[in-house]
Nanobody, 122 residues
Framework: VQLVESGGGLVQAGGSLRLSCAAS????????MGWYRQAPGKRRELVAA????????NYADSVKGRFTISRDNAKNTMYLQMNSLKPEDTAVYYC????????????????WGQGTQVTVSS
């Protein structure tokens, strides 16, 4: 499985960005996907996760009400709509794919994208 993120960039506080993650390869093995982020000097953290049918989602407390995860299975693409961005959202955002949704209770799935930088200026 190959994952390619896009959509990162520089935005002012209060602005919005939409990240995309396109999956290719053995996508039939994927049953859940998620977004992680890692800021300088901090541990990588789970931002949001979604099941293959899109019916179940989970968000970090810090992004609830501001970020929305979604997926378009016809396009093998996952999205992260980020609104009301804050400087503390600045990080490299990584796409992740897993065989099981409960992988996101632990360390996530086995497949990772290369990451895309999101920078929020104050």
């Amino acid at each position: 499985v190959q994952l390619v993120e896009s959509g990162g960039g520089l935005v002012q506080a209060g602005g919005s960005l939409r990240l995309s993650c396109a999956a290719s390869g053995s996508t039939f093995s994927i049953n859940a996907m998620g977004w992680y982020r890692q800021a300088p000097g901090k541990r990588r953290e789970l931002v949001a996760a979604i099941t293959s049918d899109g019916r179940t989602t989970n968000y970090a407390d810090s992004v609830k009400g501001r970020f929305t995860i979604s997926r378009d299975n016809a396009k093998n693409t996952m999205y992260l709509q980020m609104n009301s961005l804050k400087p503390e959202d600045t990080a490299v955002y990584y796409c992740n794919a897993a065989r099981r949704y409960d992988d996101y209770d632990r360390v996530g799935g086995a497949y990772w994208g290369q990451g895309t930088q999101v920078t929020v200026s104050s």
